[in-house]
């Protein structure tokens, strides 16, 4: 049976405050009341800073037994240096993060940038300096990425391909591993539409029928109102729904 986790791309937002979180709950307690609605979370703060061992630790003490974090790679690797002369950067990265999460820590996502077009070269850079010993998960955002070749030589090296659904990208499934990664951006407002639940009804029985894929992480990221936490609940009920048929 495939395992799933439906989650959202962090979880402290302002908009949330006395429609999600309760009026009378302290900001303090956000991450745990979170952490009960959900069995996953996507750390995206730690794109813009480096992520501090104290801080991972705090929430792994926090969080439930069987919580899973999946952590987006610092923008230094991803952007600035685009994996070159990284190694060491990446190594902290890696001990950090596996030290701090412990057998909570799920995926690391290395989101790269749009202006980033297909380059052979620089796949091989990636897949040469990134950790095999983690699930990794590569998400695109120039189109030119998405052929079978790109998610052939991830897949050879077990490196997830992340499918995506943004308003100007594919929003195709890509599965070319057993883990399979999505982000729900928002389309066709970045950020801000809510999906209808024919289509993430649509989206997990597409999955669900995949005897391939052994589990499944799935994040949204339309996060400036309460359409991320709406959707998220919507896409659990639906597939464990299905699950339990």
């Known amino acids: 049976m495939q395992k ?16 999600f979180y309760p009026e009378k709950l302290p900001k303090t307690k956000w991450f745990e009341y979170y952490t009960q609605q959900f069995n996953t979370l996507e750390l995206n703060n730690t794109f813009y800073k480096f992520p501090e061992l104290k801080t991972l630790m705090i929430w792994y003490n926090r969080s439930p037994e069987n919580f899973i974090f999946s952590v987006k790679a610092p923008r230094s690797i991803t952007h600035y240096s685009k994996f070159s002369d990284s190694k060491e950067l990446l190594s902290k990265f890696y001990r950090v993060i596996k030290e701090g999460l412990k057998e909570k820590l799920g995926c690391v996502l290395f989101q790269l940038p749009p202006n980033l077009h297909l380059n052979e070269e620089k796949l091989e850079l990636i897949i040469k300096n990134i950790n095999p010993d983690f699930k990794n ?3 695109f955002r120039h189109q030119g990425w998405w052929n079978d070749t790109v998610s052939q030589k991830l897949s050879q090296s077990n490196v997830v391909f992340c499918g995506i659904n943004h308003p100007t990208l594919p929003n195709e499934i890509m599965q070319n591993t057993q883990t399979l990664y999505y982000r729900f ?21 597409e999955i669900l ?24 609940k919507q896409l659990i009920e639906v597939v464990n729904k299905n699950l339990s048929v």
């Open 185 to 205: 951006h928002g389309a066709p407002q970045l950020y801000k539409s809510e999906y209808s639940k024919e289509v993430l009804k649509k989206f997990a029985e």
């Open 209 to 232: 029928k995949s005897e391939s894929v052994k589990e499944v992480y799935v994040y949204f990221n339309n996060t400036s109102n309460l359409a991320a936490i709406k959707n998220a």
């Open 4 to 19: 799933w986790y439906i989650g959202c791309s962090g979880f402290y937002y302002l908009e949330w405050k006395n429609k």
């Open 137 to 139: 998960v590569i998400e």
